[in-house]
């Protein structure tokens, strides 16, 4: 795989998109292909002389479906002892059930350690991590993020329609999960037979989540050139850039990060490593920049909302209104990124994505987002270009507003 760069710094990430896609292919999180990629971010960055290149390895839940199915099925075992054996007993057996259910799912969803994670095998994976000095004295760090791991290509993801099926459903189940535990606590206190059916319901909803969760389970990967080569490619050409013109005072890390799809379990392992170094360092987040054009991303989150912080969403915004040529947007997002654990500890970050005009024929299809036509041949070179430069313009920003 050559790492030699091409005489256009704005066309390089291109160059990564075809070697993470169609060289190394798939990369599920803690698999082969995940550390295919790794090896090839820290060949690129040694080669680009970017100083204190390492791969840093971390363990890993392997699934992003898993712990939530097992936090829903705790639910419904639950249930179904409460309707075949109606009791104080079979109550209280499901107020407990549905109990941790629900408390995993919302510590699953927020990125928090539960007992599904305990419970589930775990992988190793790797985030590549390479930093580019300060010109001068460091006055501000800044810390790049694009995630290598590719996710499945479930059938709740084929079109808009099946994703809001999906999403609803799922969410239904959660909701179940605490209400059915309320249910049956009441029925421990009052030892009443009522509530059957709601129990009968929740237990409906939880057995099609279920279903779907396995298919989701046993679907093939995606190419993974949208989401998220894109956006690990435009982590390394930047990487390249700065190694050969640094920021005056402005340190830049630069992170290939591993299992986001799966929880966002790199970028955890990078703030649990480095923390202290980075706790006023700004998260600069590159997630799907192969479509379109560059997006701000201003809430993202499954269960709870997490939000940019503010200095940088103002800097940005500022990058937007002096280049319009890039037509960089707003919008919020409809899960989560790296940014959502970045954001939950407290750190600083923002996450730039794509947005799409409604006639764009990668519209309908979200982006190609966790599907199997997420292939580079579905990429617009133009717009990993616009993203390039929409971020070089923004690292400037941020140094600008470095200087005492």
């Known amino acids: 795989m050559s790492t030699a760069l091409p005489e256009n710094i704005e066309s390089r990430a291109w160059h990564h998109v075809r070697e993470l896609c169609q060289t190394i292919g798939p990369r599920p999180s803690t698999r082969k292909g995940e550390r295919d990629a790794a090896d090839y971010c820290c060949a690129a960055m040694q080669a680009a002389e970017i100083q204190n290149v390492r791969c840093e390895t971390f363990g890993s839940g392997r699934s992003a479906y898993l712990p939530f199915g097992l936090a829903i099925a705790a639910g419904l075992v639950g249930n179904l002892w409460q309707l075949s054996r109606p009791g104080r007993a079979s109550s209280l057996a499901s107020l407990l059930l549905n109990g941790a259910g629900a408390l995993g799912f919302w510590?699953?969803?927020n990125f928090q350690n539960n007992w599904m994670r305990r419970v589930l095998p775990k992988g190793q994976s790797q985030n590549v991590i390479g930093v580019v000095p300060?010109?001068?004295?460091?006055?501000?760090?800044?810390?790049?993020?694009?995630h290598i791991d590719s996710h499945r290509t479930p059938l709740v993801y084929s079109s808009p329609r099946w994703l809001k099926a999906f999403s609803t459903l799922v969410g239904l189940a959660f909701i179940a999960l605490p209400v059915c535990g309320a249910a049956a606590g009441w029925k421990v206190l009052r030892d009443e037979k009522k509530l059957r059916g709601l129990h009968f319901l929740s237990t409906i909803f939880e057995a099609g989540v279920l279903l779907l969760i396995a298919q989701a389970e046993t679907s093939s990967f995606a190419p993974g050139a949208h989401d998220n080569a894109s956006g690990?490619?435009?982590?390394?050409?930047?990487?390249?850039?700065?190694?050969?013109?640094?920021?005056?005072?402005?340190?830049?890390?630069?992170?290939?990060?591993?299992?986001?799809?799966?929880?966002?379990?790199?970028?955890?392992?990078?703030?649990?490593?480095h923390g202290e170094e980075l706790r006023d360092a700004l998260f600069l987040n590159f997630d799907m920049c192969g479509i379109g054009a560059p997006g701000i991303l201003t809430r993202e989150g499954l269960l709870k909302s997490y939000f940019p912080d503010?200095?940088?969403?103002?800097?940005?915004?500022?990058?937007?209104?002096?280049?319009?040529?890039?037509?960089?947007?707003?919008?919020r997002g409809a899960a989560?990124?790296?940014?959502?654990?970045?954001?939950?500890?407290?750190?600083?970050?923002?996450?730039i994505d794509f947005v799409l005009p409604e006639n764009h024929s990668a519209h309908e299809f979200m982006g190609y987002w966790h599907q199997t036509r997420d292939t580079i041949e579905n990429l617009d070179p133009a717009a990993l270009e616009k993203t390039h430069r929409f971020g070089w313009a923004l690292l400037q920003e941020i140094d600008a507003n470095s200087t005492p």
Not at 134 to 143: P, Q, S
Not at 243 to 260: F, M, R, Y
Not at 336 to 351: H, S
Request: hydrophobic letters at 45%; one cysteine or more; a negative charge.
């Open 232 to 273: 690990a490619a435009t982590v390394l050409a930047l990487g390249e850039r700065l190694a050969k013109s640094p920021l005056g005072n402005t340190e830049v890390w630069i992170v290939n990060d591993g299992c986001e799809e799966v929880g966002a379990y790199g970028i955890a392992a990078l703030l649990d490593a």
């Open 310 to 331: 503010q200095e940088l969403l103002e800097l940005a915004r500022r990058v937007a209104a002096k280049n319009p040529a890039l037509e960089a947007r707003e919008h």
């Open 107 to 109: 510590r699953e969803a």
């Open 134 to 146: 300060a010109r001068e004295e460091t006055l501000k760090r800044v810390v790049l993020v694009g």
């Open 336 to 351: 989560y990124t790296d940014m959502g654990v970045v954001a939950a500890r407290g750190f600083k970050g923002l996450t």
